[in-house]
């Protein structure tokens, strides 16, 4: 079934994230099918506007930033580029790393993707990271609810089970969140990585387990 | 092929497309996205047109997002407000188009088709060629379209617009030739030259197909 044609303002439909920035769930608002979009605005100064990540995978994402306010920098594969409003970077190549720092406060970047030769598919990070909408109101049980749902429905996405391990913590469900944390990094190792850096652990920090787990790394895909 | 590319909204070229002030910018074209459609469109002024009207009858979806200044859009028989930062899409088959209401306003068109793989248009060449034309850039345009018919030397529009383009500058054998070469690889060129007023100035010319 097609979605249905309608308009919204960006602003009515962002949410904060942990890491202070705001994201507009571009296509799974308007139920967009047909390729990735999301938007990405940095609260203040020196904040990431897009993490680190690539675009590789099953269906590699050719991807399109545009930055629609203030001024970012990007970074792909170590080259700096940058990118005051109005300026488009397209990555080519889904192999290559890339990540863009916010130069402004309110620096916000559109990112568009899809797979080339390839029907877009809609990528399961996505339907994770919508729970972090619970982190701006810290309702820790609406976040676990969800996520826990969805791990049901997901057993094997690491992203799901980090998210989890998050709220679990911020929750004080030490032993939970440890349990999901350590599940997540089985099944993908950039997660202790990340975990290393992440305050939502800050309070499991002290805990042997939890040292014997973290590191560091990139986070996941943004347009899709 | 580069690993990425980089270009400002100021950098992109700028296409006139019709008498209402719509003006297209190829972002796809000058980047190379070849994953979905991206274009923008900018009025010069409040009352221009910035969406041109239209359908998408091929089945794209299609996103637009006010980049800069503020937009009236009509979504079927809606009117919608869309100040700076606006989304609106527009499901496949549902007539849309919008004008500025305020002087440089910008439009991103993003655009693909649900559960295929996204293809370029065939005709994007074209479109570039009229837009050098109407740019006063005869040259530049002919030399699209030279590229765009040794593409796809099989199909008839090219050829059909090539006698269009030729007719419109005065060129009138060349018009002559690429029609009859279109009406030669499909006979319904023939029916469309009748009705096209690019050809008015030889349609009483005795070797006007008729």
Redesign the interface.
């Known amino acids: 079934m097609s979605a249905e044609s309608r308009a919204a303002h960006m602003s009515d439909f962002e949410i904060g994230t942990p890491e202070g920035r705001r994201w507009a769930q571009v296509r799974a608002t308007f139920g967009i099918s047909a390729f990735g979009v999301n938007a990405w605005t940095a609260d203040g100064p020196d904040r990431i506007v897009i993490n680190e990540h690539d675009e590789t995978g099953p269906r590699p994402h050719e991807e399109l930033y545009f930055v629609v306010n203030g001024h970012a920098v990007f970074t792909i594969n170590g080259e700096e580029v940058d990118a005051p409003a109005g300026t488009f970077v397209f990555v080519r190549d889904p192999a290559a790393k890339r990540k863009a720092v916010a130069k402004e406060a309110e620096t916000t970047v559109l990112a568009v993707g899809g797979p080339r030769g390839q029907a877009f598919e809609p990528v399961e990070w996505e339907r994770g990271a919508q729970a972090l909408r619970h982190w701006e109101t810290k309702d820790w049980e609406a976040a676990m609810a969800e996520l826990s749902e969805l791990h049901g429905e997901h057993p094997d996405d690491a992203r799901i089970l980090y998210n989890l391990a998050c709220a679990e913590s911020l929750a004080g469900k030490r032993k939970d969140a440890l349990g999901h944390l350590r599940q997540s990094v089985q099944l993908d190792g950039t997660f202790a990585e990340l975990a290393a850096d992440d305050s939502d652990f800050d309070p499991i920090r002290d805990d042997p387990e939890f040292s014997a787990i973290a590191g560091q790394a990139d986070t996941g895909s943004t347009s899709s | 092929?580069?690993?990425?590319?980089?270009?400002?909204?100021?950098e992109l070229e700028r296409f006139p497309v019709d008498d209402e002030g719509l003006t297209w910018r190829p972002?796809r074209r000058r980047?190379?996205?070849?994953?979905?459609g991206?274009n923008a469109y900018t009025a010069e002024k409040a009352g221009d047109r910035v969406v041109e009207e239209h359908s998408e009858q091929g089945g794209?979806?299609e996103?637009y997002?006010v980049?800069a200044g503020h937009a009236t859009?009509t979504?079927?028989e809606e009117e919608?407000d869309?100040?700076a930062?606006?989304?609106?899409?527009?499901?496949?088959g549902?007539k849309?188009g919008a004008h500025a209401t305020e002087p440089g306003t910008t439009i991103?068109a993003?655009?693909?088709?649900?559960?295929?793989?996204?293809e370029i248009s065939k005709w994007e060449a074209i479109f570039v060629a009229f837009g050098h034309l109407r740019n006063g850039d005869e040259a530049a345009g002919r030399t699209e379209l030279e590229a765009a018919l040794a593409e796809y030397p099989g199909e008839w529009q090219g050829f059909f617009n090539a006698a269009c383009f030729e007719s419109l500058t005065g060129n009138r054998d060349q018009a002559l030739a690429h029609l009859r070469h279109a009406i030669e690889l499909d006979p319904k060129a023939k029916e469309w030259a009748a009705k096209d007023t690019d050809f008015d100035w030889l349609r009483d010319d005795p070797e006007f197909p008729s």
């Not at chain 2, 993003?110 to 996204?118: E, F, I, S």
Request: charge should be negative; proline fraction near 8%.
């Open positions: 092929m580069s690993t990425y590319e980089v270009a400002h909204l100021d972002v980047l190379g996205i070849e994953a979905f991206c794209h979806e996103l997002f980049a859009f979504l079927g919608v869309a100040p930062g606006t989304f609106v899409f527009a499901a496949p549902t849309r991103l993003l655009g693909a088709k649900p559960g295929v793989p996204h």
